[in-house]
């Protein structure tokens, strides 16, 4: 099938050669003929499958270039997509006088994007925020919008902008066309269809397969100064023998080599800064089996071709989703089985989130084992490899003849004879110590049944602490905030422990089972009225007061995450409309008072108390 066949205009065909693409990919195949004819379509399939062109070359096609003002809206969960939407669609319109697109999101001055929208831009691609207040305020007119685009939609409702988009899609006309795309299929994404687009054309592309299925994926939640403990065990363990183990930076590779060469293991490293001859003679000796473990980079284990690594060890998460896929890779080959063992912290529930909707698979939640089970484990594999070696004894060593001993006596001295020759002193970690997480686990695997104690985090009785952008100020109480994480973020009874409000902010316990949907399902909600924030606590900045938490939202971390910023105060709290649809942000200097004054004034004034004088 060619571009052509697809029944694309020639100005458009012409751009889609100078881009070099030479035949469509599954996703434009299907979807952009019905498109074309005007259909609404859902498109099932994941970024990289050429999703932005399916629903571009339509909506450019459905654009009257005599006509200026917006036809086409395209949303986006975040400011990066929405800026990458619009350069492909700059570059396919590179032939279409008269056709422009804009991109708008928040935490960017409204200049631009108002002189755009003055100028007659008729393909809008923004975050839901700021094309919600541009719609709001009269800029962003609707009534020549003829067609809706929503990207990545199972992304846009993970960031709580489902409310958003309702109000978006209220304003809109109704004989719109809709072009919807999400990499996931779920109830909610489902409901969302069924409100903006009726019954559409479903197309669904199979997304190939990332990890093989042979291969385990497990995290353990280990803190950093425990890690080599951990790894230490892991080998004792006799669970890996030719492990290779990913570090992100080149000085933790080394710490990592020196903590293992210390405690006797053959281990070697990988990093750039190596010549390429020294290189190729460790990878040599990790091939022939000379090494236990091979600690790398992710740069320079790219030349390293082995296929029998039993374990890869994430020593740190990589930041890049592709990155752990490369890494994982190296196990579980030619049919084979391995296993994928991550290392998480606190602070990376929301980066494993994001890891595991990449590679499309939960990764198997597992306790970190004791010292005791460590030792267990080692007693009971000595004895298998005692009854190896025992397969192919037959005669009694000259030495022991003539001893007058019961055999058991014997064998009992050489066996703990030899388990202290093995043994290594485990060292102590925090992880060893049972945690104050004290909630009953109510835990349940994919399929809906309950995990057994020992399988899963809630049982280790651990907790996350998250952090929530509002507090006393706005007059929130602990049944409130345990309210919206039971109900909105769904989660399961007894999962939430303590509640700590603060003036401007409040911090959550819960269980780390949880947090990751807590915080995609909560990331930005709604709570007695007011949008709040919802994510991992990353403890106190050095340099800040009281408050510390609420310096660390800057209009930038959350534009990051996708939100707009505009007509928000700088704690990122913007108040809803009230019931007669009269909106108005709670500025700051009505929430809080000027900056420079005292909490307690700050407090006098939100509660309308009389001011303290100056
Ligand atoms: P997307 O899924 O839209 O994020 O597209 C992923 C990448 O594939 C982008 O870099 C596109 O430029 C590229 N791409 C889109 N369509 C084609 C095609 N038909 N042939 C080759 N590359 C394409």
């Not at 998460?317 to 030619?334: K, S």
Request: charged share 30%; net charge negative.
């Amino acid at each position: 099938m060619t571009f052509s066949e697809l029944g694309i205009c020639p100005e458009i065909l012409e751009a889609i050669e100078v881009l070099g693409f030479e035949t469509p990919s599954p996703i434009q195949e299907q979807a952009i003929p019905p498109a074309l004819s005007g259909a609404d379509i859902l498109g099932l399939s994941h970024t990289g499958s050429g999703k932005t062109l399916a629903f571009s070359i339509p909506a450019l096609e459905s654009i009257d270039p005599s006509v200026r003002s917006v036809q086409v809206l395209c949303l986006a969960p975040t400011r990066e997509l929405a800026v990458q939407i619009c350069r492909e669609v700059d570059k396919l319109a590179l032939f279409l006088d008269g056709v422009s697109a804009v991109p708008i999101y928040g935490g960017s001055s409204f200049g631009p994007q108002l002189a755009a929208l003055k100028r007659g831009v008729q393909f809008v691609v923004g975050t839901p925020g700021r094309v919600i207040d541009l719609m709001e305020q009269g800029e962003l007119k609707t009534d020549s919008i003829s067609m809706l685009i929503l990207d990545e939609a199972d992304e846009m409702l993970d960031m709580g902008f489902q409310e958003d988009i309702d109000r978006i899609v209220a304003m809109l006309p109704e004989d719109r066309q809709t072009l919807l795309f999400s990499a996931t299929m779920s109830p909610a994404i489902r409901n969302l269809v069924e409100s903006v687009a009726g019954a559409p054309q479903e197309i669904s592309i199979e997304r190939p397969q990332l990890t093989v299925p042979t291969c385990e994926q497990i995290v353990y939640e280990v803190v950093f100064s425990s890690r080599i403990e951990v790894l230490s065990r892991l080998i004792e363990m006799g669970r890996m023998k030719r492990g290779l183990v990913f570090a992100n930076t080149k000085r933790v590779v080394d710490d990592i080599v020196d903590g293992l060469l210390a405690r006797g293991y053959a281990v070697d490293r990988l990093h750039g800064d190596m010549p390429q001859t020294l290189r190729e003679r460790v990878m040599d000796s990790f091939r022939k089996g000379n090494l236990t473990v091979l600690v790398a980079t992710d740069i320079a284990a790219r030349g390293l071709d082995i296929d029998d690594v039993d374990t890869v060890v994430n020593f740190e998460l990589p930041r890049d989703p592709e990155d752990y896929v490369h890494r994982i890779g190296r196990t579980a080959r030619a049919g084979r089985k391995g296993r994928a063992v991550s290392f998480i912290g606190r602070r990376d529930f929301s980066l494993l989130a994001r890891l595991e909707r990449f590679v499309g698979v939960r990764m198997q939640r597992e306790k970190v084992m004791t010292g005791t089970q460590v030792e267990e484990v080692r007693r009971e594999s000595l004895v298998d490899e005692i009854l190896e070696k025992a397969a192919s004894v037959t005669e009694l060593p000259e030495e022991l003849n003539d001893i007058d001993m019961p055999v058991e006596q014997l064998l009992a001295a050489m066996f703990n004879l030899l388990v202290a020759k093995t043994s290594r002193e485990l060292q102590p970690i925090p992880e060893d110590r049972p945690s104050k997480f004290s909630r009953p686990s109510r835990a349940t695997d994919d399929a809906g049944t309950p995990v057994e104690k020992g399988n899963d985090w809630s049982s280790l009785q651990q907790s996350v602490t998250l952090f929530m952008n509002g507090g006393k100020l706005l007059g929130l109480r602990p049944k409130d905030i345990a309210g919206l994480f039971y109900n909105e973020g769904g989660a399961p009874k007894g999962m939430v422990g303590d509640i700590r409000l603060f003036l401007k902010h409040t911090l959550i316990e819960v269980s780390p089972e949880i947090a990751p949907q807590l915080i995609e399902r909560l990331g930005t909600c709604h709570i007695c009225g007011y949008e709040v924030n919802v994510r991992e606590d990353k403890g106190r900045p050095t340099s800040v007061g009281n408050e510390p938490h609420e310096r660390e939202f800057r209009p930038r971390e959350r534009e990051r995450r996708g939100a707009s910023y505009s007509g928000r105060n700088n704690s990122g709290i913007r108040r809803e409309r009230d019931a007669r649809g009269n909106s108005g942000f709670l500025g700051r200097r009505e929430a809080y008072g000027r900056q420079e004054r005292s909490e307690r004034v700050f407090y006098d004034k939100f509660s309308k108390r009389p001011r303290r004088r100056d």
